[in-house]
């Protein structure tokens, strides 16, 4: 069971961060963890999110409205980095609970990218010309507005007067934070994104990823690569983020399966982002209290790289996964050259989902 806290606003960073380490502490007393382990003893976050809302002291004092070109160019910032979107939650992608606009159909996003362009014509629109032009392309593909990496159900509605016209934007890509200090380091992200995105465009226009979105971007390389290049950004316009909190933003232990050193050449095994299907009809299960998915599907990512201090070259080795090949390819990050790719496998038959002939690997076997 997953206890709900709606907190009430905080004017700053720092009185966020006091609010959610005396909520953290009080859940600690009552039993309460912000995760939960799977079924084999994976740790996963506690499956109730950790969703952010961005608004002002009044639907009027909107940074969305007082800045009307924020919330368009927030909507291309999102789209062209995918690590907004998949590194701070477990079960992104278009079945998930907040999809991202590229992850609909073609036709809508074609829609999208006329939508955005028509909105910079125009001087200075209004709230509801604002809500009216991009509501329609932020639900999921089954229409649903709830669903949504952005949600604006509150920020101005026509028909829904009150609860309605808030002026606020909901970022539902955020699984629950593991403490209460990571939770404001993403509070802080996320305002300084408004911020830097209220006063200057750094999207230049939508992205068309294809497969890259859910094959690279799938990897935790390329979102870390990603993220850095957000915050490279952030650093540019004046807004960058203190390093304490850039680093609470990149650690994620929960990732780290484990590792291997071998004659000089570490093989290092993280959990990568897995796209779990919806099994049956998305209409028929919006009334229940969850979806039917199939989470019988794993992905990870393995990497080599040279053991500290070693001299090793990587290119001789080469890395198998229950008698397959791997692909490798060469990369770089922050450590030094490596050599990096994926597997995906099943590790449970699902009572109901695809594919009921591939069996089962409860363990999976790797060669280096």
Known sequence: AVLEVNHAPACDASSFARAMRETFAAAADAGLEPYRLQYDGSV????????????GPSPDASPFFVAPRLLPRLVRYLNRHPALSYWFCRF?????????????????FAELELALARLDREASPDP?????????????????????????????????PGRGRLGLVEFRAFGMARSAEVLAARACL?????????????????????DDLHDRFALPLHLRR??????????????????????LLLADDARVVGCATIDGVTLEIEQAVE???????????DG??????DASTVRLQLALRAADGARTSLHAWHVGAEGYAVRLQDEHDARGPIKVGAVRYRSFVPHVGLH?????????????
Not at 45 to 52: K, P, Q, R, V
Not at 226 to 236: I, R, W
């Open 190 to 210: 996320l305002r300084a994104l408004a911020a830097m995105l209220s006063k200057v465009d750094v999207s230049h226009g939508l992205e068309r990823w294809g």
């Open 128 to 160: 509801s010309l604002l809500a009216r032009t991009i509501a329609p392309f932020l639900v999921d593909p089954s229409g649903n507005p709830h669903r949504s990496e952005l949600n604006v159900e509150k920020l101005w509605s026509d028909t829904l």
């Open 356 to 368: 009921p002939a591939i069996p089962a690997l409860p363990q999976l076997r790797l060669t280096l």
């Open 44 to 55: 996963a976050d506690s499956g109730g999110a950790g969703h952010l809302t961005l608004g």
């Open 275 to 285: 796209f779990w299907p919806l099994v049956g009809d998305v209409a028929s299960q």
């Open 226 to 247: 990603d993220l850095m290049a957000v915050a490279s950004d952030l650093a540019s316009a004046g807004l960058a983020l203190p390093p304490a909190v850039l680093d």
């Open 288 to 293: 229940g209290g969850s979806r039917l998915v």
């Open 92 to 108: 992104p992608g278009g079945c998930g609970q907040s999809p991202r606009t590229d992850e609909g159909t073609r036709e809508t």
